[in-house]
């Protein structure tokens, strides 16, 4: 029993209550003072608040939120929500380890937020968010590689799906716009709600055309009407997340929570923020300011409005920025009651989560109690005294329960053979010596990982000489890893013969290339069975400890 406390929910406010928890629910909401049932543990909260738990309508799991990406975040992420008093997150994009890390919080096995899940991103080559950068675990790609294998991937063990309709915000040049009549069929077999990432008026109002749910920002490139009956995430500390940072009120914020090297990556970018450019900085600028415009008009068109921070983009903390978040909305003059239900029994409502988003009878004791009062200001909801997640208090300086074998958090997780991959979050096979070309990894390739630990990956599959990574709009060429194990990397507009290096761009060789680090030009891999190097070349087999490897066109 929580005796004497305060009662803040989306009902309005209660003084003077007491709170009955049996087991993983709320019993009851009652007067304060008793009486009380045989044998139950009371415990007095006089002056306290009470809360539901918070949900975050758009986040990144996977994501740390630094300019220079941060591997292995992932269990620091999970613990900062929790002791932000997040206890359920809407996970907007990420690589299908989700679903097991979801699945595993779901059964009790590990302490964390509830989530809805997407999986990765429906997109098109070279669109949001893989406008650079071919990145199989963040997005699934509709159209080129086929609609019908996206679909698949993704409709798999998703809760909901998210797509990108988006044009060209985030590129100086046009970029490849999402097909509406592949959006159309998205929408008609997704398995939940579909949320979609829109720029522009025309997005968003094509988004509502073809059957998407919610907005999953809302749009920055201009001020717009809101489209009828669609609800949007806020996320309006993403856009504004270059302005904290550079202002000192992101590092002036409590991250205790926060992982020191992302911690350090802001710190070093905002003591340089020409790291920014100039160009992102001034856009984002614009993109704040238009994304807050349409926000605080839209709430006065009565349009539902979920609180979503974006935690995991770009300097946006995972916990923390949903409060950020809701501080934002009070200062568009909403009161701070209705602030609270967008981030408790909106998303409810529209996940589905039916025993989430009140502090009442049957209700999950997913809650947090205060040590001030949020009626006056939502900055109370910081002042957190404890969480309670299931009916019981959380260590909010960790994560509790154990993985189980689809999904790691550390290597002590696996078995002593296997070290957790902070890619995948998977238990991958240790091996000998990172990056021999001769490995004990069978098809995969001996890596070390960002834990320091070496051990097997495995990486796409390509031809060195079909040069057939794809899709063909990133430019990407086949390289070998090891004896067996080839890998797509990012190419270049270098040609046969010219220079070259192995950081990309420009300097990298082209599709079907090798950029040799003998002579540090492209050579042109071959066939020894059947070559087709020029005239006066030779199709040459390169060894390693007496092993044929690849050959070069020389």
Same mark, same amino acid.
């Given at each position: 029993?929580?005796?004497?406390?305060?009662?803040?929910? *989306?009902?309005?406010?209660?003084?003077?209550?007491?709170?009955?928890?049996?087991?993983?629910?709320?019993?009851?909401?009652?007067?304060?003072?008793?009486?009380?049932?045989?044998?139950?543990?009371?415990?007095?909260?006089?002056?306290?608040?009470?809360?539901?738990?918070?949900?975050?309508? +758009?986040?990144?799991?996977?994501?740390?939120?630094?300019?220079?990406?941060?591997?292995?975040?992932?269990? *620091?992420?999970?613990?900062?929500?929790?002791?932000?008093?997040?206890?359920?997150?809407?996970?907007?994009?990420?690589?299908?380890?989700?679903?097991?890390?979801?699945?595993?919080?779901?059964?009790?096995? $590990?302490?964390?937020?509830?989530?809805?899940?997407?999986?990765?991103?429906?997109?098109?080559?070279?669109?949001?968010?893989?406008? @650079?950068?071919?990145?199989?675990?963040?997005?699934?790609?509709?159209?080129?590689?086929?609609?019908?294998?996206?679909?698949?991937?993704?409709?798999?063990?998703?809760?909901?799906?998210?797509?990108?309709?988006?044009?060209?915000?985030?590129?100086?040049?046009?970029?490849?716009?999402?097909?509406?009549?592949? @959006?159309?069929?998205?929408?008609?077999?997704?398995?939940?709600?579909?949320?979609?990432?829109?720029?522009?008026?025309?997005?968003?109002?094509?988004?509502?055309?073809?059957?998407?749910?919610?907005?999953? +920002?809302?749009?920055?490139?201009?001020?717009?009407?809101?489209?009828?009956?669609?609800?949007?995430?806020?996320?309006?500390?993403?856009?504004?997340?270059?302005?904290?940072?550079?202002?000192?009120?992101?590092?002036?914020?409590?991250?205790?929570?926060?992982?020191?090297?992302?911690?350090?990556?802001?710190?070093?970018?905002?003591?340089?923020?020409?790291?920014?450019?100039?160009?992102?900085?001034?856009?984002?600028?614009?993109?704040?300011?238009?994304?807050?415009?349409?926000?605080?008009?839209?709430?006065?068109?009565?349009?539902?409005?979920?609180?979503?921070?974006?935690?995991?983009?770009?300097?946006?903390?995972?916990?923390?920025?949903? +409060?950020?978040? @809701?501080?934002?909305?009070?200062? $568009?003059? $909403?009161?701070?009651?209705?602030?609270?239900?967008?981030?408790?029994?909106?998303?409810?409502?529209?996940?589905?989560?039916?025993?989430?988003?009140?502090?009442?009878?049957?209700?999950?004791?997913?809650?947090?109690?205060?040590?001030?009062?949020?009626?006056?200001?939502?900055?109370?909801?910081?002042?957190?005294?404890?969480?309670?997640?299931?009916?019981?208090?959380?260590?909010?300086?960790?994560?509790?329960?154990?993985?189980?074998?689809?999904?790691?958090?550390?290597?002590?997780?696996?078995?002593?053979?296997?070290?957790?991959?902070?890619?995948?979050?998977?238990?991958?096979?240790?091996?000998?010596?990172?990056?021999?070309?001769?490995?004990?990894?069978?098809?995969?390739?001996?890596?070390?990982?960002?834990?320091?630990?070496?051990?097997?990956? *495995?990486?796409?599959?390509?031809?060195?000489?079909?040069?057939?990574?794809?899709?063909?709009?990133?430019?990407?060429?086949?390289?070998?890893?090891?004896?067996?194990?080839?890998?797509?990397?990012?190419?270049? $507009?270098?040609?046969?013969?010219?220079?070259?290096?192995?950081?990309?761009?420009?300097?990298?060789?082209?599709?079907?290339?090798?950029?040799?680090?003998?002579?540090?030009?492209?050579?042109?891999?071959?066939?020894?069975?059947?070559?087709?190097?020029?005239?006066?070349?030779?199709?040459?087999?390169?060894?390693?400890?007496?092993?044929?490897?690849?050959?070069?066109?020389?």
């Amino acid at each position: 029993m929580l005796d004497r406390v305060h009662v803040l929910d *989306a009902a309005g406010a209660r003084r003077d209550r007491a709170v009955v928890v049996g087991g993983d629910l709320v019993y009851a909401e009652q007067d304060a003072g008793g009486p009380w049932p045989a044998g139950a543990t009371v415990q007095d909260q006089a002056g306290r608040w009470l809360v539901p738990g918070l949900i975050d309508a +758009h986040v990144h799991l996977y994501l740390s939120g630094a300019l220079d990406e941060v591997e292995g975040t992932l269990p *620091a992420n999970l613990a900062a929500q929790l002791a932000w008093g997040v206890v359920g997150v809407v996970d907007l994009g990420a690589p299908e380890g989700i679903f097991d890390l979801r699945d595993r919080i779901a059964s009790g096995g $590990l302490d964390g937020p509830r989530i809805f899940a997407t999986g990765p991103f429906l997109t098109v080559p070279g669109s949001h968010p893989c406008e @650079l950068v071919n990145d199989r675990d963040q997005c699934r790609f509709v159209g080129e590689d086929g609609s019908a294998t996206a679909l698949a991937l993704a409709l798999g063990r998703a809760d909901g799906l998210k797509v990108a309709l988006a044009d060209a915000a985030f590129t100086p040049w046009p970029t490849p716009r999402l097909d509406l009549g592949d @959006l159309a069929s998205i929408t008609a077999a997704a398995p939940g709600p579909v949320f979609a990432h829109v720029d522009t008026p025309t997005d968003a109002a094509d988004a509502r055309a073809q059957g998407v749910a919610v907005l999953a +920002h809302p749009v920055f490139s201009t001020p717009a009407a809101p489209p009828p009956g669609l609800p949007v995430t806020s996320t309006l500390s993403a856009f504004h997340g270059p302005e904290s940072l550079l202002s000192g009120a992101l590092l002036a914020e409590d991250l205790r929570h926060t992982p020191a090297a992302v911690q350090a990556d802001w710190e070093a970018v905002a003591a340089r923020p020409a790291l920014l450019g100039e160009a992102f900085r001034s856009a984002a600028a614009d993109w704040a300011a238009a994304a807050t415009a349409n926000v605080e008009s839209w709430l006065q068109q009565d349009v539902v409005v979920l609180a979503g921070s974006d935690a995991g983009y770009l300097f946006v903390p995972h916990g923390l920025g949903l +409060h950020q978040e @809701l501080a934002r909305l009070q200062a $568009l003059g $909403l009161p701070p009651a209705a602030v609270l239900a967008m981030a408790t029994a909106a998303p409810a409502a529209l996940l589905g989560w039916d025993d989430l988003g009140f502090v009442g009878a049957g209700y999950r004791a997913d809650l947090l109690l205060l040590d001030a009062d949020p009626t006056a200001d939502v900055a109370a909801l910081r002042a957190i005294h404890e969480v309670w997640l299931g009916g019981r208090p959380v260590d909010r300086g960790g994560l509790g329960g154990s993985t189980g074998a689809a999904l790691c958090l550390s290597s002590a997780d696996c078995p002593a053979d296997q070290a957790c991959d902070p890619q995948t979050w998977a238990c991958a096979d240790r091996c000998a010596q990172p990056w021999a070309v001769l490995d004990d990894c069978g098809a995969d390739a001996c890596v070390e990982s960002s834990t320091g630990e070496a051990l097997c990956r *495995a990486y796409a599959d390509c031809g060195l000489v079909a040069a057939d990574c794809t899709p063909a709009w990133y430019g990407e060429t086949c390289v070998p890893v090891d004896i067996d194990t080839n890998r797509c990397w990012p190419g270049g $507009l270098a040609e046969e013969g010219e220079a070259c290096d192995w950081e990309g761009g420009l300097g990298g060789c082209g599709p079907g290339l090798y950029c040799s680090p003998v002579s540090g030009r492209c050579l042109r891999h071959c066939d020894p069975a059947a070559p087709d190097c020029a005239a006066d070349q030779t199709c040459v087999v390169q060894q390693w400890e007496g092993e044929d490897w690849f050959a070069l066109c020389l």
